[in-house]
C-alpha cells in the first residue's frame, strides 16, 4: 500500500540550511509534493517535481529525488523565523487521483 | 492566496447531527477533493469530484457524501456524527483530467468539533 514517512521535528537558527527528508512506498508515484501549513491555516503548495527528475530548485527551495531509495528531500537556504511551520510531504500515483500524505515535519527557527 | 474558499471556518456540533460544509474552487478548476486532518496528522483523502461526478474516494463510510455543482463548486455532507469526526476538513481544486491534475490548491480549512 501507499505509505509517506517524515520525521517529525527540526530545530535550525535563522540563516542556516534546513534539510527535510521523507520516504514513501509507491513506486509508481508521478509527482511528489511538498506542502507547508502554519498554526490555523490550509496547505500552501511550495513545489512539487515530476518523478523522471531528480532536481528542482526554485528561489530557495530545493527538492532532490532519489526513485531508486524513494526519498525525497526539501532543503530551505537561508532559513528565516517566517520559515517555522509543519511541511508535508506528499506522493501521486499513476492513475490515482489522492493525494497520500506524510504525518509532517515540524520546523522551529529560532533567532 | 488559492483563490479556494471554504464555509463556514469553525463548527460547532454535537454527536449524531448533520453537516454541511462549503468550497468554492479556483476559478477556472474543474476537480474538487476533500480531505479530513485530525490533529497532529497528515490529510487524509475522502473523496473527489470531477465535472460533478465522484471520480475516486478514500476509505470513509457512506455517511460522507458530497457534490459537485455545475459552477464546480462543492459540498461535503456528513450523517450521524461521531466524536471522531472532529477535524480540519480541507478542500482542494485542481484543473486536469479524470487522473485529477497535478497541481492542488488547499482552502483554509472548516474546523469541525464534534462534542
Known amino acids: 500500500g501507499e505509505d509517506v514517512e517524515q520525521s517529525l521535528f527540526l530545530s535550525v537558527r535563522e540563516g542556516d540550511s534546513s534539510v527535510i527528508n521523507c520516504t514513501y512506498t509507491?513506486?509508481?508515484?508521478?509527482?511528489l509534493y511538498w506542502y507547508k501549513q502554519e498554526p490555523g491555516a490550509g496547505l500552501q503548495l511550495l513545489t512539487y517535481?515530476?518523478?523522471?527528475?531528480d532536481m528542482k530548485q526554485d528561489q530557495r527551495l530545493t527538492v532532490l529525488l532519489n526513485k531508486k531509495d524513494k526519498h525525497l528531500s526539501l532543503r530551505i537556504a537561508d532559513t528565516q523565523t517566517g520559515d517555522s511551520a509543519i511541511y508535508f510531504c506528499?506522493?501521486?500515483?499513476?492513475?490515482?487521483?489522492?493525494?497520500?500524505f506524510g504525518t509532517g515535519t515540524r520546523l522551529l527557527v529560532s533567532p | 492566496e488559492t483563490g479556494v474558499t471554504q464555509s463556514p471556518t469553525h463548527l460547532i456540533k454535537t454527536r449524531g447531527q448533520q453537516v454541511t460544509l462549503r468550497c468554492s474552487s479556483q476559478?477556472?478548476?474543474?476537480?474538487v477533493s476533500w480531505y479530513q486532518q485530525a490533529l497532529g496528522q497528515g490529510p487524509q483523502f475522502i473523496f473527489q469530484?470531477?465535472?460533478?461526478?465522484?471520480?475516486g474516494r478514500g476509505n470513509f463510510p457512506p455517511r460522507f457524501s458530497g457534490l459537485q455543482f455545475p459552477n464546480y463548486s462543492s459540498e461535503l455532507n456528513v450523517n450521524a456524527l461521531e466524536l471522531d469526526d472532529s477535524a480540519l476538513y480541507l478542500c482542494?481544486?485542481?484543473?486536469?483530467?479524470?487522473?485529477?491534475?497535478?497541481?492542488?490548491?488547499f482552502g483554509s480549512g472548516t474546523q469541525l468539533s464534534v462534542l
Open positions: 482542494a481544486s485542481s484543473l486536469g483530467d479524470r487522473g485529477g491534475g497535478e497541481k492542488l490548491f
Open positions: 509507491d513506486s509508481s508515484s508521478t509527482y
Open positions: 517535481i515530476f518523478s523522471n527528475m
Open positions: 506528499a506522493e501521486k500515483g499513476t492513475g490515482f487521483q489522492k493525494l497520500v
Open positions: 476559478s477556472g478548476h474543474n476537480t
Open positions: 469530484y470531477y465535472r460533478e461526478e465522484e471520480n
